[in-house]
């Protein structure tokens, strides 16, 4: 598998026993080391869960370690990340 710069979510979800979390955009940033871009906190479609693999190459770090999003709230800037 490809190195992403998405990894370090991956590896935190991966590791999570959790069924779900909620998160704020700040935590995300803080698990990845490095803030999100721009789009990530107005445009709703960055957290989408695509399935193709050659777009959005963050949700294959949630995706990869059996999430999906959920409830992104733009305003408050949090989302949920639900076992798949």
């Known amino acids: ?11 935190w979800l991966k590791r999570s026993a959790v069924s779900g979390v909620r998160v704020t955009f700040t935590q995300v940033e803080f698990v990845l080391g490095f803030a999100l871009p721009a789009t ?19 949700s294959r770090s ?11 709230d733009l305003a408050s800037e949090t989302l949920d990340f639900v076992r798949a």
């Open 40 to 58: 990530a906190r107005s445009k709703r479609q960055w957290w989408a869960n695509e399935s193709k693999p050659t777009h959005h190459v963050q």
């Open 1 to 11: 598998m490809t190195k992403s710069k998405y990894d370090g979510l991956y590896i």
């Open 62 to 72: 949630w995706k990869r370690a059996g999430f999906r999003t959920a409830k992104v």
